[in-house]
Every structure is written in structure tokens, then in C-alpha cells.
């Protein structure tokens, strides 16, 4: 059973910076590597629907929300089986719960983590 375990979550202040983690287990008996699968980020705030914030490939192409190009960086490291998101100069309108998704296959991602909330003040 892949896990996705989200963490890094907090309070910040505008202009500041945060790092999500997204932590991955249980691949050995899902059928998938972690390697293989695309990553992503996505955030849901209060009242709004969950929308994409950014995407990394297997080959290290990454794809980002014109919200946040240029301030947040994803990463992964294979090694770790660990996913991040660099939040740089957040703004209020950042504030959200923050959750990883793994494994994008026919436009929808296989696993979800559970989340995590990261709230912006000015």
C-alpha cells in the first residue's frame, strides 16, 4: 500500500520561505517504482476547489501554476523516495492545504497524501 506522508506545513509570513516534504512508502508491493511516476503538488484554500500547483516527470521536467512560476521550485530525490516543494517570497494568497499526489497515469494521479497546511500572514 503506497503511502504519502506531507510535512513542512506551517506559518510563515509573506516574503519568508517554507519547504514541503512528501515522503513515500509501500512501492514495493503497488506495482509502481517511485522513480517511474510523475509527482505533483496541489493545494485546495478554504471555500475554493483543489487546484495544480506543479509537476515534476521522471526525467526532471517540471511544470508549474503561473501562481507560483518563479517563487515555489519542486524536487525530488529518487534515492530518498522524498518529494519537495520550495516555497520562496509566499504570498497570502498562498495559504492552502498543500497536498503531494503520485503516479500520474491517464490524467489522474494514483496516490494522495493526506495533507499539509500552510497558512501565509502579511
Known amino acids: 500500500q503506497v503511502q504519502l506522508v506531507e510535512s513542512g506545513g506551517g506559518s510563515v509570513q509573506a516574503g519568508g520561505s517554507l519547504k514541503l516534504s512528501c515522503a513515500a512508502s509501500?512501492?514495493?508491493?503497488?506495482?509502481?517504482?517511485?522513480?517511474?511516476?510523475?509527482l505533483g503538488w496541489f493545494r485546495q484554500a478554504p471555500g475554493k476547489e483543489r487546484e495544480f500547483v506543479s509537476n515534476i516527470s521522471i526525467d526532471g521536467t517540471t511544470t508549474y501554476a503561473d501562481s507560483v512560476k518563479g517563487r515555489f521550485t519542486i524536487s525530488r530525490d529518487n534515492a530518498q523516495n522524498t518529494l519537495y516543494l520550495k516555497m520562496n517570497s509566499p504570498k497570502t494568497e498562498d495559504t492552502a492545504v498543500y497536498y503531494c499526489?503520485?503516479?500520474?497515469?491517464?490524467?489522474?494521479?494514483?496516490?494522495w497524501g493526506q495533507g499539509t497546511q500552510v497558512t501565509v500572514s502579511s
Open positions: 509501500g512501492f514495493i508491493s503497488s506495482g509502481y517504482i517511485f522513480s517511474g511516476c510523475t
Open positions: 499526489a503520485a503516479c500520474l497515469q491517464r490524467g489522474a494521479y494514483a496516490y
